[in-house]
């Protein structure tokens, strides 16, 4: 059974740095994409950035220019590098894995914490 586990949440002030992982363990057939999402308290999930097996990545308007999303296809892992962060960037991001086909699958971790101070 595929499962992801997130890595790399914690406290830092506003305009600090951090850095997300998150593995894919449980399948020898990679993802087609994976991708973060984040969901603050009393909001919906959304999509933070994904990145394709092809290396193609998507950001919401939100973090462009801040955040990084990148993948390693051999390591079924993908990172999130999250710099100038703000109070408003706080929220539980949670890593997707999607596999599409035959042998598909849409799993989700189980999160971790960021939270920016101001």
């Known amino acids: 059974q595929v499962q992801v586990v997130e890595s790399g949440g914690g406290l830092v002030q506003a305009g600090g740095s951090l850095r997300l992982s998150c593995a894919a363990s449980g399948s020898t057939l990679s993802a087609n994409v994976m991708g973060w999402y984040r969901q603050a308290p009393g909001k919906q999930r959304e999509m933070v950035a994904t990145?394709?097996?092809?290396?193609?990545?998507n950001y919401a308007d939100s973090v462009k220019g801040r955040f990084t999303i990148s993948g390693d296809n051999a390591k079924n892992t993908v990172y999130l590098l999250m710099n100038s962060l703000k109070p408003e960037d706080t929220a539980v991001y949670y890593c997707?894995?999607?596999?599409?086909?035959?042998?598909?699958?849409?799993?989700w971790g189980q999160g971790t914490q960021v939270t920016v101070s101001s």
């Open positions: 990145i394709s097996s092809g290396d193609i990545t």
């Open positions: 997707n894995a999607v596999r599409t086909g035959v042998f598909r699958y849409n799993v």
